[in-house]
């Protein structure tokens, strides 16, 4: 096979590299919402290894944010409500082991904000009723820079537009929105505020709300933020919100990611941290859906009637953000004209709920298109199972070069899927653990079975983050 030239591919770096920030619940939340009232959010700031490093921030001392309802569904739809956001009050700060944060938002790696859901004009049931998934997005709006303060001033903070989007922002959901008709006068929850008086027999732990009561002006007290919810009152909140199914495993701590695709349209993608390497979305993965998403954009014919494989997916992100795009491009085509178009999505046994689960949230995407998705567990290796699979026209393979034990099997699993002369295979990666040396073994052996070149021009963010694609050929 080729000879791979080594100095063009090895990636000359150091170890720490700048990394993507992902917004992560660090508190769970309740997603039964009223309108109008005060909600707490307590927020994290962390790289896809779960840390955070100073340096990487070049300077900027937070982010604010700002949020907004995600109506997530088969039809376009006209949002009638607004989020508010404003920072946490003093005691949340003290609650949360956070030095007091002037803005809503991030300061560091740590932060929070209060939020309410708001009426544009007034809203009858049909509107919170609605048949669309609801989300709550949380995105960064500015960045905070530190201004040292001059004339013996004191320091103070300057607030800049965002030019660089290494944040990945953060969906909550989907959240139930309930409305107080009686309020403030026979609503149970708002009523024992505003009297000042609980009564036990009736009480409602205002902790279902993982919030502060609307009280116009005033904030909320920190000790009513998190405790857990006791089993009655459970029950009496199902009673009022009229949902019997809310349980204390209801409260949401996962995070999700949002992708807007052409036509107004979201994927969404659930993460699981708790599931460790396969529950979330890796930094090459933005990268390699962003550069074969471009190349459809200007050529549908790269995607458009193909088999196509995203080997080891984790979430199934990057599958189902191709095959959500060609759904989206196919509509308004004459169906019968077009070739199906197959994304098969693979991982480990364990993976396999998660990326079914988000198959399931994004259905609607691809649903009456030639567009289809598969699930289908795959270990490297596996030489027989992988060729009932194919063959394929692009495989995908991102964030997969990590453990020296498994190179031969992961190598041997794309010489499988390739089909020469027939199939494009790319492969995200960014260098973590391996050290050069093992870098260099795993880039060798791939040279005596496969053309490797380095695909040119992944955009700034790549660079900046020291991800490459490589594309492979026989
Ligand atoms: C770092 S994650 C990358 C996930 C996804 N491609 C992304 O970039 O977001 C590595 C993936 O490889 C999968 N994996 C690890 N060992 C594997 C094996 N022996 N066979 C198949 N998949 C494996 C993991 O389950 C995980 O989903």
């Keep these: ?84 956001v404003r920072s946490l009050c003093e005691e949340a700060c003290e609650w949360s082991g956070l030095t007091n944060i002037e803005w809503a938002g991030i300061c ?32 960064p709006s500015a960045e905070v820079v530190h201004n040292p303060g001059s004339g013996g001033d004191p320091a103070e903070y300057t607030q800049r537009d965002i030019v660089d989007h290494r944040l990945v922002s953060l969906v909550i959901g989907p959240i139930e929105l309930g409305q107080c008709y009686k309020y403030p006068s026979s609503c149970i929850h708002h009523q024992m505020f ?7 027999a009736t009480c409602i732990d205002d902790s279902l709300f993982n919030s502060s009561l609307e009280c116009s002006s005033s904030r909320s007290s920190p000790s009513s933020f998190y405790s857990s919810p006791s089993p009655e009152s459970l029950v009496s909140i199902s009673t009022i919100s009229n949902q019997s199914s809310w349980t204390s495993e209801t409260y949401l701590v996962n995070n999700h990611r949002a992708f807007s695709l052409p036509h107004n349209k979201t994927l969404v993608i659930q993460e699981l941290w708790d599931a460790g390497i396969p ?8 990268i390699v859906a962003q550069y074969m998403g471009d190349c459809f954009l200007k050529n549908e014919s790269v995607l458009f009637g193909k088999r196509i494989l995203d080997l080891s997916t984790g979430t199934g992100f990057v599958g189902l953000y191709l095959a959500a795009l060609c759904g989206v491009m196919s509509n308004g085509k004459a169906v019968k004209e077009m070739k199906q178009t197959t994304v098969l999505l693979t991982d480990l046994e364990p ?6 689960k988000n198959q399931s949230l994004n259905h609607y995407l691809f649903k009456d298109v030639k567009v289809s998705t598969e699930i289908e567990v795959l270990s490297w290796g596996d030489v027989s199972k992988t060729r ?4 394929f026209d692009i495989v995908l393979a991102s964030d997969v070069i990590y453990e020296p034990e498994l190179f031969d099997a992961l190598i041997q699993t794309f010489v499988t899927v390739c089909t020469p002369n027939q199939t494009h295979v790319y492969v995200g990666y960014k260098r973590r653990g391996l050290s050069p040396q093992e870098e260099e073994e795993f880039f060798l052996k791939l040279a005596e079975e496969f053309k490797v070149t380095v695909v040119e021009g992944i955009g700034k963010a790549a660079e900046e983050q020291k991800i490459k694609i490589y594309k492979l050929t026989r």
């Design 1 to 84: 096979m080729a000879s791979l030239d080594y100095n063009s591919v090895i990636m000359v770096q150091n170890a720490g590299v700048s990394a993507k920030y992902r917004l992560c619940l660090k508190r769970p939340i309740y997603p039964c919402i009223h309108l109008n009232m005060w909600y707490t959010m307590d927020l994290m700031l962390v790289s896809e290894m779960g840390l955070f490093k100073k340096e990487d921030m070049k300077g900027i001392e937070g982010f604010t944010l700002s949020c907004k309802i995600l109506n997530i569904g088969p039809e376009d739809y006209f949002n009638q409500l607004d989020v508010e």
């Design 108 to 139: 560091g790696d740590k932060g929070g904000l209060e939020f309410r859901v708001v009426a544009k004009n007034s809203v009858g049931d049909n509107e919170l009723c609605s048949h669309h998934r609801r989300y709550l997005h949380v995105y």
């Design 194 to 200: 505003s009297n000042g008086f609980r009564d036990d």
């Design 279 to 286: 529950g979330k979305v890796w930094d090459s993965a933005f």
């Design 351 to 356: 993976a396999i709920d998660l990326i079914e």
């Design 388 to 391: 009932r699979l194919g063959p």
